[in-house]
């Protein structure tokens, strides 16, 4: 197995911090091969730019179409194609952060915003009758296992499904479906670690048993069954799903998962 | 009425910033005040750290406890200062951006990281048997009102309820209910342009007009219905919605709404 780690956390004493170097030694131990990318010590820049797009930018900037430009010509900022080829290394990816006013921090939205590129990430394949682009299900990522891991700091009911901040599923839906299963990597259900602010030494060992547990199992576990764009389930180009497809009483983000 | 308009989009002559040059020009001709924070033009830090919190940063950093301690002794960034200083002075915020991995980009993510501290957006109010602290419907900016105009680039089928990307409504959630509605701003409908990569110079009359038309409402237009936390509809501290109040067949986010 080849794991990226994406950590996004400003202070590596921290139990962000100390869930990333479990995951580096356990699969280590276990014959993995990782690779981290530690957004604050490698000073990520996380705002899309002119830079981003070297000789390609265009004037006005059109970031769409100036990223699909820069990628197809290899004129994207290096710090981005080191992460682009970090990705096509790796066959399993986590993603290691505090939740933050219910989503990921801005340095970690803007490595998405940055390294996600048109032509790279989106903007992939076809368009026909039967087809609207490679993306949900299929896509330059496509093979690969994607895996949350979220500190969150309220307590477990306020996420639940009555819960006043809504489900946890669904506030990570955008994240998981939006922006992983888009070009197509399998995401398998997060790691999520609640009243993460009241976890102490006492209370560390665990949280890291239930990781490690996690973590040995990144093979097996079963993906979250999100449907495939392209197979039959949308109206093409509406993309909205068949109807009766869905298990009675589904509706909103729940209606894209096909079980 | 007092605006402040949040703007996040890196090319002055976009759709957002025509967007947003409409509402200045509207509101002003209106009789309004309008003060704008244009994230790009000003070089808006977007990464939390040390530096936020001046005297007030611990070793190890704690994000939380540190932005408490630095709002109450006034050592929070200058920065940081000016943004909180502009929301207390306004009465009416609208933030332009493009959808981008169906949330905002990361400069607007970072204003609200760094901007939206605790003691100022979070961590107020007393928590008992009765009350969790003053957030959804009370807080510190209670009484002012809020707005979302946002581009997308996709159509408007594929976030219609049944849509691939999911429903608007539930993507904006997480912002509108989860972070402006926390400390107590009352959020109006969104303003939404689809298709906006295929609006031109002659589309853009219908959307300037439909623009002008809400910006003239801002002071009428009924909110977004969300729930109060602490007027009776949730159980205390668990936070969960007591049984029987929502209408039948209501899920999810959508439970937080009392209409």
């Known amino acids: 197995m080849k794991t990226l780690i994406v950590h996004a956390h400003p202070e590596p004493r921290s139990l962000n911090g100390a869930l990333k170097d479990l995951a580096v030694t356990t699969l280590r131990k276990a ?21 981003d797009f070297g000789s390609s930018a265009s004037s006005p900037l059109l970031a ?6 820069a ?4 004129t994207l900022a ?28 801005a340095i970690l939205k ?17 368009h026909s009758d039967v087809k609207y682009g490679e993306r949900f299900g299929e896509g330059t990522l496509m093979g690969r296992r994607g895996l949350l891991s979220v500190t969150v700091g309220g307590r477990e009911s306020h996420y639940a499904p009555r819960g006043i901040n809504g489900p946890i599923d ?7 479906h939006g922006i992983l299963y888009y070009p197509g990597i399998d995401v398998l259900p997060p790691f999520v670690v609640y009243n993460a602010d009241r976890i ?18 990144l093979e097996s576990a079963e ?27 589904r509706s909103g983000f729940g209606l894209h998962l096909w079980s």
Do not use: C
């Open 71 to 74: 990628f197809d010509t290899g």
């Open 170 to 176: 669904d506030l990570l839906f955008p994240i998981q």
């Open 64 to 69: 769409v179409a100036d990223s699909g430009r």
């Open 31 to 51: 014959g993995h091969e990782v690779r981290v990318s530690d957004l604050y010590a490698m000073g990520w820049n996380a705002v899309v730019d002119a830079g």
């Open 223 to 249: 993906p979250i069954p999100f449907r495939r764009q392209n197979f039959g389930d949308y109206e093409i180009p509406a993309l909205e799903l068949k109807e009766g497809l869905e298990p009675a009483g």
């Open 78 to 105: 290096p710090d981005i194609r080191a992460e682009q080829e970090k990705l096509l290394w790796a066959d399993t990816i986590i993603f290691q952060f505090p939740l933050w006013w219910y989503t990921m921090p």
């Open 110 to 126: 803007g490595w998405f915003d940055r390294v996600f590129t048109y032509h790279f990430a989106y903007g992939v394949g076809e």
């Open 200 to 217: 102490d030494d006492e209370g560390f060992p665990d949280v890291a048993k239930a990781w490690e547990q996690r973590l040995l199992t």
